[in-house]
């Protein structure tokens, strides 16, 4: 029986019987986006958000959450105003969170279990931002000190989860660092204990810590060397399991578990950290870049250290840098510069898209973050020049080439200090907030006010009809067995070919607050494939991630397909074990070669031909064909 070696219907019953042993670790297929219509390239509010958005995160593939600093929102939560909220995307409601302590500049990252901290903040205030009489709390705002608070989020789509407070307190921090490790515990970095627009060795605090708890505070040479601009320090895991850390002008590594820094090069051309606030991004980690880190850093502000405080330093007339440099810390200790902004830019917002290349927005060309009651600030703000035109920076293009604005227009409103931008589910990016004032600060004659206008803004794949792949899996382990993944004609938009390029790609899109999205990262996972010209379906072979939790931290993640530059829509699925500890790592599947099957030849007589007439498969090869296809049909719901 000839019939039985078929190689479509050999390999969809393989897949089928591997399948049916593990179904409910697959997915279900991801449909279209619920936006139709979207105008591409362009900004589109969407509404007025509770909360200021000063600190912003998804927490599932519906709900955004806020965070903003104690002031006058007039949204309401038990008899004070609210300074967070949950808004659910696919109904567009919104409902007020208790953040119970003054969450005012804190630093945020989710655990590998899957829960959200924040940490630190400031003094209880009153109306204006004046510190509290009471620490404790009550008052118009009633909002306790939060310079010492942990609070725990465990996200919902239900409308019934909220903020608590760990029995555990943090040292005091204002503006520290937070970022996820191998384990899926976090690290926090840095700080000051009192606020202001830069730091001073009175209110330093040059330390980190852990959360769950390891001890105390751990003293770090180049925060303690950085000042005044050591705030908000600029962090990342890296692969081999050390923290890139980039302060002021000063960069290191940092091996957290012996507590060693290794000095690399200074930054060049300009100060990236708060309050130079420079837009910074982790580029997407590959297989053809073995998996290796490389940081981009753009914008800022050329800031010597005695410049900060000088009474001299008009600060808004201070014009942003257009540098971009990259520094790849595994390998090698010296900065290489980039393509330039195509403007001086300060407080950017850099996000990964699926498809690889790098959008950004916000900012402003002249000035740094920061607010003030200065005769010279521009109102409140310490910033002016508000850049509302957005940037896309491809990784893979040649030098010289790497920005674009073809097909991008501009938004209307001023996103400055205290805006915050993620990527969706849906390919989108959510972006609001911008309040450089002490308070709230509304109405006709306010130049940059407390802003809520939230907007959308559609990148050139959004209306393209999206792939809708069958067998992604909800948890991806470190190193394993691989899996495969169905498309079908519609999917490759009808054109075998593209299977070619089709990539599986996991985005942490990380917590969004004074221009970064810390921990936010891009891993493409190793694939190959197997195409069948006959009817232009693939099967994509993914294998999970790298054996190495470094790589990409345990927790939740947004997975993604991405066909001829269009990605599916994201879907919600946990890296790792879903709890806190060292995360199990297995060997690596080999992946088959990619091969696309050509229409089997057929001549002669027997159970595998076609009647000359008619073109239609007979007998054996027809029933088999039938089987194969009802067995897919089973397993994928095809």
Known sequence: MQALFHPVATLCLAITLSKLANAQSTLSPPGQPARTGAPIGTFQEIGSSLVSGQQLFVGTADKVYFVDKVEGNPTQINGHSAWSSEWALGSNQQRAMNAITNSFCAGGSVLGNGTWINVGGNQGVIVGGDVAPNQDGGGTYDDPDGRRSIRLLTPCDDGNCDWLLSPYQSDQRWYPTLETLEDGTIIILGGCRNGGYVNDAGQDNPTYEF???????????????????????????????????????????????NNQETELDNIPDAVRVYPASAGTIMLPLTPA????????????????????????????????????????????????????LPEARVMANLIALPNGKIFTLNGAGMGTAGYGDNDWAIGHSYADDPILMPAMYDPDAPTGKRWSRDGLNASTIPRMYHSSATLLADGSIFVTGSNPNPDYTVGPNVRYPTEYRTELFFPSYFNERRPE???????????????????????????????????????????STHSMNMGQRFVQLQTSYTGYQENNTAILHVGQLPPNPAVLAPGPALIFVVVNGVPSIGQLIMVGSGTLGAQNTLAVADLPSPSIVEPQKQSGSGSNTKDNNSGIRTDSASWLWAIAMIAITLVFGL
């Open 211 to 257: 959360f769950p708890p390891r001890g105390p505070s751990v003293p770090s040479p180049v925060l303690q060397r950085t000042l005044p601009a050591n705030l908000y320090p600029l962090t990342w895991l890296l692969p081999s399991g050390k923290l890139l850390i980039q302060s002021n002008w000063a960069t290191v590594l940092l091996d957290y578990k």
């Open 289 to 340: 870049n073995n998996y290796t880190a490389t940081i981009l850093f753009c914008g800022g502000s050329n800031i010597q250290p005695n410049r900060w405080t000088s009474p001299s330093f008009i600060v808004p007339t201070y014009a942003a840098s257009t540098s971009c440099v990259r520094l790849t810390p595994d390998n090698s200790r010296s900065y290489v510069r980039d393509d330039a």
């Open 469 to 511: 792949p069958r067998g992604l899996l909800s948890q991806l382990s470190y190193g394993g067995p691989s899996f495969d993944v169905v498309l079908n004609s519609d999917d490759l938009f009808g054109d075998i070919k593209n299977i070619e390029s089709a990539s599986v790609v996991v985005i942490r899109t990380g917590f």
